[in-house]
Structure formats: C-alpha cells, structure tokens
C-alpha cells in the first residue's frame, strides 16, 4: 500500500489547501479540514490508479501553540483512557473479592466501592 503525505494549511481565505507532494500538481481545498481531506483521495485518483487503497498521512500546519495544544489534549485523552482501563479492572476484582471471597451482599459491596447495586450486578454477570 502507499503512503502519501497530505500538507494541509489554510489559505488567506480560512479554507484549507491540501496538497500532496509527492505528486505534482495534485491539490485541491475544502472549507474544513474534514472537506479538504475527502477531496484529497478524489483528486489523488486523478493522478494514481492506487489512491482508494493509498493511506494519506496528514500534516496539519497550524501555529507552534496550537499544535502544542492539540498534543497535550491528545496525550491527556490517552492517559484518561489508559486510567480508566485501570479503573475498570480494579473495579471488577474488587467486586468479586468483596462478594465471592468476602461472601458480602451486592448492597454491602456497592456501598464500600460508591457504586450502585445494578453496576455491581453487571460487573459479576459480565465474568
């Protein structure tokens, strides 16, 4: 499969160009970024027979500041996800310690985790 790098930047206008280097001449916009990178597999297939199946890899130019932003969302996004994971499967050992080693009731052990009785209920069907 081959791989193109899409440039993307926005005119004095707003809308965005997207241009594809490797392949000269191919370029198109879109007054978002989401338009002007649909348009760019369209315009690719002018130009190469392999541009449905061709990954495009997006290089978004935008202010140093807001792409250190968009950076630090993502990896807090990510550290998120990778907690909640966590939390998740501390959460189901918890409750199958608390009701099947410990023998409490569904009550009791959604009471000590702060959860609700239905949750607890789900996590000791879900295994």
Aim: net charge positive; proline share 2%; aromatic share 4%.
């Amino acid at each position: 499969m081959k791989r193109y790098r899409v440039v993307l930047e926005r005119d004095e206008s707003g809308a965005w160009i997207a241009t594809v280097p490797a392949v000269p001449g191919c370029h198109t916009y879109g007054r978002s970024l989401v338009e002007a990178r649909r348009r760019v597999r369209e315009v690719l297939s002018l130009w190469v027979e392999s541009a449905d199946t061709a990954e495009l890899a997006d290089d978004v130019r935008i202010s140093r500041d807001a792409s250190a932003a968009v950076r630090r969302s993502r990896d807090a996004r990510e550290r998120l996800a990778t907690a909640r994971d966590t939390a998740g499967s501390a959460t189901s050992d918890a409750v199958h310690r608390l009701v099947d080693e410990l023998g409490l009731g569904v009550r009791d052990a959604a009471y000590l985790l702060g959860l609700s009785h239905q949750r607890v209920q789900q996590l000791l069907r879900s295994s």
